[in-house]
């Protein structure tokens, strides 16, 4: 069988997960083997996954699965690894299902690969990944008993299963050690009316040239006209500026939102691979050499600290007409 980890933040599924459970059902289809999921915790809606021919939900339950901990999922997987030896485990690439495959992989010493793009099942199995922020593309072989992937986030479009299924529930107790529930979630601060950085269609993104904490606010106008959140480079995060949940990029939070206005961004590859899948991107720089204006769809020269301003005039005089 082929298991696919669906990585949730309490019960929501993380958008990109769908991708990695195509890419899962793809694999099973290629390879004629069933189909499971793994849920951790609660919040299953075992339709949602059936949806993509998933044949049997395993709900992993236990003391310590109330909210995200990465060492005590990786058990839960584990454990299934352990009763049912699949071909494969796949989770999403994002941080928490590279984060929770990782240990995984420490666990089993079984090998992990990340950001898989494409695989061609075989004796051995080849994948091409991303690697280096998505500045490079490697061909891996892979051999292993059970194969470990996360997938690249954005690789795959999501596609539902041409026959929905009804999957089998099938509950199962991890018995987790006070070591593995080392790393959790403690607190949340909610910074934003449900739209976050990674979801939101619209993200307007500040970097170095806004030159200050206080010259986003343009930035946060434009965002909420918009219906939008703001985003900004690593400069703006190292100088204090914004927080590091703002960021965008390679160590940041990596977006495909339909449009990505930056605003001061010169684009530097670690930040260029956090933002590169947004459908429409307009550049604003005063440097017409910039690497974002050369590769944005649209590029405004000029002083962010007018245009933006410009913007959100133009916007709101078509709004008002
Ligand atoms: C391992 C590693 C990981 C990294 N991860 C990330 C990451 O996740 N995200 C990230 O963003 N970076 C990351 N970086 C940093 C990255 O290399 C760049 O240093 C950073 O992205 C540059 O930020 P910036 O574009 O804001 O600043 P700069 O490169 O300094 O660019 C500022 C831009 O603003 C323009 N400008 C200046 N004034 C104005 C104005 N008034 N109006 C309009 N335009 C103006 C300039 O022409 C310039 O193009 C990482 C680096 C490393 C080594």
């Known amino acids: 069988m082929i298991l696919a980890l669906m990585i949730h933040d309490r019960g929501v599924v993380e958008e990109t997960a769908w991708q990695a459970l195509t890419m ?137 299963a041409a026959q929905a299924s009804t999957p089998q529930v099938v509950p199962f107790e991890v018995d987790l050690d006070e070591g593995d529930l080392i790393t959790k979630v403690i607190d949340r601060v909610v910074t934003s009316d449900g739209i976050t950085l990674a979801t939101a269609p619209v993200v307007v993104s500040g970097g170095r040239g806004v030159g200050s904490p206080e010259g986003f606010a343009p930035l946060e106008e434009l965002a909420a006209l918009l219906g939008g959140v703001v985003g900004c480079s690593r400069v703006v995060t190292n100088n204090g500026w914004r927080p590091h949940s703002d960021q965008v990029g390679q160590t940041g939070t990596v977006v495909a939102p339909d449009l990505y206005i930056a605003c001061g961004i010169s684009g530097a590859i670690q930040h260029w691979v956090g933002m590169m899948a947004s459908k429409t991107i307009i550049a604003v720089n005063t440097d017409s050499e910039a690497s974002m204006v050369t590769k944005a769809d649209y590029a405004v020269l000029g002083d962010l600290s007018e245009i933006v301003p410009a913007i959100i005039d133009e916007v709101k005089r078509r709004r008002s007409a």
């Open 24 to 160: 899962a059902r793809r694999l099973a289809d290629d390879l004629g083997v069933p189909l499971h999921a793994l849920w951790v915790g609660d919040g299953i809606d075992p339709s949602s996954v059936g949806a993509h021919g998933v044949d049997t939900v395993h709900v992993a339950s236990g003391d310590g699965f109330d909210d995200y901990s990465p060492q005590a999922w990786a058990r839960a997987v584990a454990g299934l690894l352990a009763a049912h030896e699949p071909a494969a485990v796949v989770a999403i690439g994002s941080d928490r299902g590279n984060e929770v495959m990782a240990h995984v992989g420490a666990i089993t010493g079984l090998p992990m690969v990340a950001n898989v793009r494409e695989v061609e099942p075989g004796a051995t199995w080849k994948l091409l990944r991303t690697r280096w922020g998505g500045s490079l593309l490697e061909e891996t072989d892979l051999d292993a008993a059970t194969k470990l992937l996360t997938v690249a986030e954005h690789a795959v479009a999501v596609e539902l």
